[in-house]
């Protein structure tokens, strides 16, 4: 069993960056893969990053390339999201994720463990 919480998140001007952070318990962890999701009100659940178990491949949506990076350091059992040149548009809660096993990681149902969320607000 893995138990996920993120942290990190606030309210910022546009153009800030954030580092939220998706600190795992369990062993296991440093075996699956990770994700991060992000959900607006009103909108549907979408794919923001994801990470190999090893670090070794990332995978980003095209609307956060080259702002946001993603990274882990599994003796800390710990996932990053380091966001740069925030947007209005970022403003969502963002969800850490783990898949016990490698699938398609750009969808929700891949993963079978989440966090709770931790909002980020953009302001223009």
């Known amino acids: 069993q893995v138990q996920l919480v993120e942290s990190g998140g606030g309210l910022v001007q546009a153009g800030d960056s954030l580092r939220l952070s998706c600190a795992a318990s369990?062993?296991?962890?440093?075996?699956?893969?990770v994700g991060w999701f992000r959900q607006a009100p009103g909108n549907e659940r979408e794919f923001v990053a994801a990470?190999?178990?090893?670090?070794?491949?990332?995978y980003y949506a095209d609307s956060v390339k080259g702002r946001f990076t993603i990274s882990r350091d599994n003796a800390k059992n710990t996932v990053y999201l380091q966001m740069n040149s925030l947007k209005p548009e970022d403003t969502a809660n963002y969800f850490c994720?783990?898949?016990?096993?490698?699938?398609?990681?750009?969808?929700?149902?891949?993963?079978?463990?989440w966090g709770q969320g931790t909002q980020v607000t953009v302001s223009a």
């Open positions: 994720a783990a898949a016990s096993v490698s699938r398609i990681l750009d969808r929700g149902a891949s993963y079978d463990y």
């Open positions: 369990g062993r296991a962890f440093s075996t699956y893969p």
């Open positions: 990470i190999s178990w090893s670090g070794g491949r990332t």
